[in-house]
């Protein structure tokens, strides 16, 4: 059985980091593009970062790029998201997905692209 078991979510104040993890088991194979994705009340589910396989390559949308950075550690078969410089506007559920398909929408945050997706973990930025 699949799981993404996403932490680190909390409360801060405008300007703090923070830093998410989710931990996937019952996935052995690592060779995938895995990404964070958030979703605030009322809104569509958007991409914030992407990651390649070997980790040496990340995708970010202008609106987190330069404060967000996604990393990961295929021996632990975990990805993370350091989040700085945080804004009330990053308030939001946060999710990690993983098993991105191949040919999907480039880049890699089309939603529906990936296979696995974590029970989220929230985030709350306050000013």
């Known amino acids: 059985q699949v799981q993404l078991v996403e932490s680190g979510g909390g409360s801060v104040q405008a300007g703090g980091s923070l830093r998410l993890s989710c931990a996937v088991s019952g996935v052995t194979d690592t060779s995938d593009y895995r990404g964070w994705f958030r979703q605030a009340p009322g809104k569509e589910r958007e991409g914030v970062a992407a990651?390649?396989?070997?980790?040496?390559?990340?995708y970010y949308p202008d609106s987190v790029k330069g404060r967000f950075t996604i990393s990961r550690d295929n021996a632990k078969n975990t990805v993370y998201l350091q989040m700085n410089d945080l804004e009330p506007g990053d308030t939001a559920m946060y999710y990690c997905?993983?098993?991105?398909?191949?040919?999907?929408?480039?880049?890699?945050?089309?939603?529906?692209?990936?296979?696995?997706w974590g029970q989220g973990t929230q985030v709350t930025v306050s000013s």
């Open positions: 997905a993983a098993g991105w398909t191949s040919g999907g929408t480039w880049p890699p945050f089309g939603s529906s692209d990936y296979k696995y």
């Open positions: 990651i390649h396989p070997t980790g040496r390559t990340a």
